[in-house]
């Protein structure tokens, strides 16, 4: 079983740019979570999606947003980047029920903003 | 607010040296406690799930355990190739799928 897909594995970008970042969870998962990991703020919860609703948010300013697609797949959007969001960016899925069903992580994003 | 702390931040061992980590919680019902590694360059990967305190679950050298305050992640006779950065996370009521994450702590097992 293929696990969690994400694209690109690195970018860089400029201040007051935008970006957008891709998750392909594992096949049967409807729920895909976000973290920004930083080495100063561990892994940090930016948001979750469960069948294309955002169902949980994050302390993050209004400048991160995502949204998941019929398909379970997932973007997250991050518009006029600032230097403080360098950081990796895990995608996260799992069935969404239940209590016990742990979260699959992708091996991420780093982002760097220049 | 829901706290994770995990000590310590760093831990050097000789292989074979046995250790244990330490993940506390401050939280508003406790769903699950679950226990990551991660791998420079990688995302976290799956080990345990703990749900209720005494608690334990094996896996190779490794064996959590949990009580009301805790959780231990105990290394027996480490490898090198046990080296890298365990994360601990919390699930509590209402929290969907959401996971509250301690900061890690980083083993390095020298051969």
């Known amino acids: 079983k293929a696990g969690v897909t994400q694209t690109p594995r690195y970018l860089i970008k400029t201040r007051g740019q935008q970006v957008t970042l891709s998750c392909s969870p594992i096949?049967?998962?409807?729920?895909v979570s976000w973290y920004q990991q930083t080495p100063g703020q561990g892994l940090q919860f930016l948001f979750e999606?469960?069948?294309?609703?955002?169902?949980n948010k994050g302390n993050f300013p209004g400048r991160f947003s995502g949204r998941q697609f019929s398909n379970s797949r997932s973007e997250m959007n991050v518009s006029t980047l600032e230097l403080g969001d360098s950081a990796l960016y895990l995608c996260?899925?799992?069935?969404?029920?239940?209590?016990?069903?742990?979260?699959?992580f992708g091996n991420g994003t780093r982002l760097t903003v220049t | 607010e829901d706290q994770v702390t995990q000590s310590p931040e760093a831990l050097r061992l000789q292989e074979g040296e046995s250790s244990s980590l330490n993940c506390s919680y401050t939280?508003?019902?406790?769903?699950?406690l679950f226990w990551y590694r991660q791998d420079p360059g990688k995302g976290p990967e799956f080990l345990f799930t703990?749900?209720?305190a005494g608690e334990e679950k094996e896996k190779e050298r490794l064996k959590a355990t949990l009580t009301k305050k805790e959780s231990f992640l105990h290394i027996t006779a480490p490898k090198p190739e046990d080296s890298a950065t365990y994360l601990c996370?919390?699930?509590?009521?209402?929290?969907?799928?959401?996971?509250?994450f301690g900061k890690g702590t980083m083993l390095l097992v020298s051969p």
């Open positions: 996260a899925s799992s069935s969404g029920q239940g209590d016990g069903s742990p979260l699959h």
């Open positions: 096949s049967g998962h409807r729920s």
């Open positions: 999606y469960f069948s294309e609703t955002q169902r």
């Open positions: 939280v508003s019902g406790l769903r699950g």
């Open positions: 703990l749900y209720s």
């Open positions: 996370a919390v699930k509590v009521d209402s929290g969907y799928s959401t996971l509250t």
